[in-house]
């Protein structure tokens, strides 16, 4: 069974499934950085989607996405303010 959704289970595109360079913010206000993270981020909601087994090894625990670029390319994904 695959474990990544193929499409956004919010608004239903398609996820662009690569490495990214990617913040997190935990529960607690500090931000985590993680880089050449596997995940499918969906461009429409700026929200990267990370592997359960992932947020383990990486600690992440409640941590949301807050941030993410593609790691191959030189493509900037900004939530501009
Ligand atoms: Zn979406």
Not at 5 to 11: D, F, N, T
Not at 53 to 60: E, K, N, Q
Request: proline content about 7%; aromatic content about 6%; hydrophobic content about 40%.
């Amino acid at each position: 069974m695959p474990s990544r959704p193929a499409c956004c289970p919010v608004c239903g595109d398609l996820l662009d499934v690569s490495s990214y360079d990617a913040a997190f913010r935990m529960p607690d206000g500090t931000e985590l950085l993680c880089f050449a993270v596997p995940g499918s981020l969906c461009a429409t909601c700026s929200q990267l989607y990370v592997e359960p087994d992932l947020i383990d090894a990486l600690d992440l625990g409640e941590g949301r996405c807050i941030f993410a670029i593609e790691s191959d390319t030189m493509l900037v994904e900004r939530a501009s303010s």
